[in-house]
């Protein structure tokens, strides 16, 4: 389907489906996630994208998570410092690897003859999304998101996913570059138990932030259940366009995922009917969650 098509049914209040995780499922199925292993394990990329289209989801994503170029410069001193010791085309690995990713992704939904299975970029925070005060000045960040974005857009990317995002002033600066590039643009915070962001704005602040920006729709992801739960009572009252959702199941281990039985895919079900209750019609599932969760979601709601 075309994303004005998927639009169309969004706007229609239709169940739109996102896939789960997939750093975590490359996890489960037994590498480790650090790496993103797409240059060295493309087919269990490609498997896990098809698992997930098949389970039923509209919307797979990249598995760029935190992939970018300053995730490699960040290792270094300066740029000197990375020339004189970093690998040899370092700073070129992201953009390379971006493209990869997208074509793995398309490569993916051919396979299986599902073309209208749409491909969202995931693009997270710069500095480390779950520490909103290692936020960049976000004066100077515009460039950057360009740049990254630039990759996606070439490689063709249907949607620009900003997720895991801590706080609204850096969702901002992304929504622009979007908007100058011309992909929609797709945002989700992560809501802490207080129903706040992570960096301590309240759902009225992120609704009046989003208001100006105009993400086509506006999510919350990568938290459990009770604080998802807290944030979209807080957000859905005052937000009339389209909302989404994908929790996360399990406990972070850094740098990898600890799977519990905390939320079965039955669980997350229920949580997921409740989420659906307060408006959100773009659902996923975010880490630590399986093809079989999307498709317990799939089968319930179409
Ligand atoms: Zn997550």
């Known amino acids: 389907m075309s994303y004005k098509e998927l639009k169309s049914r969004i706007d229609a209040q239709q169940v739109t489906f996102l896939d789960g995780g997939i ?7 037994g590498y480790t996630w650090a790496s993103h292993q797409l240059k060295s394990e493309p087919e269990l990329n490609l498997e ?5 289209i098949n389970a039923g989801a509209d919307v797979i994503t990249t598995n760029t998570f935190q992939l970018s170029k300053r995730s490699f410069r960040n290792h270094f001193a300066n740029d000197e410092h990375l020339a004189a ?3 040899r085309g ?3 690995r992201a953009g390379e690897l971006i493209h990869e990713s997208v074509a793995l992704a398309d490569k993916a939904r051919r396979s299986i003859n599902h073309n209208d299975t749409l491909i969202a ?3 997270t925070t710069l500095e480390w999304c779950f520490r909103p005060d290692h936020s960049p000045d976000v004066e100077e960040i515009y460039d950057e998101y ?3 974005l630039t990759d996606y857009a070439d490689a063709g990317a249907d949607i620009f996913l900003f997720e895991t995002f801590n706080s609204t002033p850096e969702a901002e600066v992304a929504i622009k570059a979007a908007k100058e590039i011309g992909i929609p643009a797709w945002v989700a915070f992560v809501p802490y138990q207080d129903g706040r962001l992570l ?3 309240s759902m009225a602040e992120v609704a009046d932030a989003m208001a100006r920006n105009e993400p086509d729709v506006l999510l919350l992801n990568c938290a459990p259940p009770d604080h ?3 944030g979209m009572e807080q957000l859905a009252p005052l937000w009339d366009k389209p909302l989404g959702v994908y929790a996360h199941v399990g406990k972070f281990n850094p740098p990898e995922w600890q799977f519990t039985d905390e939320y079965s895919a039955d669980q997350h079900l229920q949580e997921c009917k409740h989420w659906h209750d307060l408006g959100a019609t773009v659902i996923g599932g975010c880490c630590g969650t399986t093809p079989d969760y999307i498709k317990k979601l799939t089968e319930f709601f179409s």
């Open 23 to 29: 750093g975590t499922e490359i996890l489960r199925r």
């Open 48 to 52: 896990i994208h098809q698992d997930y």
């Open 85 to 87: 010791i970093g690998a």
């Open 90 to 92: 370092l700073l070129d």
């Open 121 to 123: 970029a995931s693009i």
């Open 146 to 148: 360009l740049e990254e």
């Open 199 to 201: 960096g301590g704005q």
């Open 228 to 230: 998802i739960t807290a």
